[in-house]
């Protein structure tokens, strides 16, 4: 059960706050918690406090924590930048993937997806800010990468992501959620329901633009170790 003033119910009285400010409902912002070098015992905590969806970045690091929960029904998210030599792993043991960026990925997660577990739900991380350091694919190729996704067998496409380059000024972070949520919505597709955008420093400005997942790391657990 979650303690009144512990980090988690902090987390949804402002998300429910920036949800109201957008008109929007709380229930429609899903909560994900990032466990990137966090102990098995801070998420098992997190888990026993009623968090069910947690992220993680490395695929080696997150096999070794789901190897000691397995007693407990995570859902696991994938959010990190995609290695080639990973994807059989993130195929068997995650439920989502957050950062599809290019098609010979997107190929690789589906033929490797065992088919007992049901197609991988998948989004697609756009590079809204044009950084050369951060993966994600560019707007303009979005529509390509979208067909072709559409039509894998072993994935679900579900929506979009982002991870914009950092800004302490809400009209600038706004801005590129904005940016984000206007290329779902001239995409029409109804794949592509969901956001995934914001973090710890940023969320309430996502929730303004229509985040449907925020990933959560430090606002929960703390500075990383």
């Known amino acids: 059960m979650t303690e009144p003033d512990s980090p988690l119910a902090q987390l949804h009285r402002q998300i429910a706050q920036a949800a109201e400010t957008a008109g929007r409902r709380a229930a429609d912002v899903a909560l994900l918690a990032v466990g990137k070098r966090q102990s098995p015992t801070a998420?098992?905590?997190?888990?026993?406090?009623?968090?069910?969806?947690?992220?993680?970045n490395y695929v080696q690091e997150?096999?070794?924590k789901q190897a000691l929960l397995a007693d407990i029904d995570i859902v696991w998210h994938f959010i990190g930048r995609i290695q080639r030599n990973k994807t059989r792993d993130i195929a068997a043991h995650f439920d989502w993937v957050h950062t599809v960026d290019r098609a010979e990925v997107a190929e690789r997660l589906s033929a490797q997806r065992p088919p007992a577990r049901g197609p991988l739900n998948c989004l697609i991380e756009v590079n809204v800010s044009g950084e050369a350091s951060k993966g994600g694919v560019s707007p303009e190729a979005l529509p390509a990468l979208v067909a072709i996704m559409n039509a894998l067998p072993g994935l679900r496409l579900r929506g979009l992501m982002c991870l914009p380059a950092p800004s302490p000024n809400l009209d600038a972070q706004r801005a590129a959620f904005r940016q984000l949520r206007l290329l779902r919505d001239q995409m029409g597709d109804p794949a592509l329901s969901l956001l995934s955008m914001g973090t710890s420093s940023d969320f309430a400005a996502a929730i303004l633009e229509g985040a449907d997942i925020v990933r959560i790391g430090t606002a929960l657990f703390g500075a990383r170790s």
């Open 62 to 64: 997150a096999l070794a």
């Open 43 to 56: 998420i098992r905590a997190l888990f026993e406090q009623g968090q069910r969806a947690f992220a993680e």
